[in-house]
């Protein structure tokens, strides 16, 4: 009987283990998501900026 209480301790413990591993992945699926779409808006103000440069050397 006391076996068996261990081994649902221990499955408990396990199943609490994964949902953890499994929300940091989402966290960080998230994380990462967010962080490709700022350096991509960096990007495109970039190239905006040097567009908007070269058409005011143009009108200079």
């Known amino acids: 009987m006391c076996k068996g209480i261990a081994i649902v301790m221990e499955n408990a413990q396990i199943f609490k283990s994964n949902i953890h591993n499994s929300d940091m992945a989402s966290e960080m699926v ?4 967010n962080q490709i779409l700022s350096h991509a808006g960096v990007a495109i103000v970039a190239q905006a900026n040097v567009q908007t440069q070269s058409v005011l050397q143009l009108l200079a």
């Open 30 to 33: 998230g994380y990462t998501r």
